[in-house]
């Protein structure tokens, strides 16, 4: 059974940054691709940013130029840098992975952004 833990959430000031982390508990390289989607209260879910095994990456167009997803193979671990961060960014975000057998989802960690 795959696992996803999420870390690296909590509360930041409107234009700070935060990088969250992903860690899976086999080999990312397994993964077609991986992704962060996020909720915000009373919303539902989407999409944020993805990586695919070949280093491909793709975004949602409210985070291009503050948001960058990246992977470490090694750590089995996919990062999601977050930069000038608004107050519209505040929601719970979740990893994703996909897989010739299925897709998973973490737990989930909080962001929120406020003064």
């Known amino acids: 059974q795959v696992q996803l833990v999420e870390s690296g959430g909590g509360l930041v000031q409107p234009g700070g940054s935060l990088r969250l982390s992903c860690a899976a508990s086999g080999s990312i390289r397994s993964f077609y691709a991986m992704a962060w989607h996020r909720q915000a209260p009373g919303k539902e879910r989407t999409f944020v940013a993805s990586i695919t095994i070949g280093g491909n990456t793709n975004y949602a167009d409210s985070v291009k130029g503050r948001f960058t997803i990246s992977r470490d193979d090694a750590k089995n671990t996919v990062y999601l840098q977050m930069n000038s961060l608004r107050p519209e960014d505040t929601a719970v975000y979740y990893c994703?992975?996909?897989?010739?057998?299925?897709?998973?989802w973490g737990q989930g960690t909080q962001v929120t952004v406020s003064s």
């Open positions: 994703y992975a996909l897989s010739s057998w299925g897709h998973y």
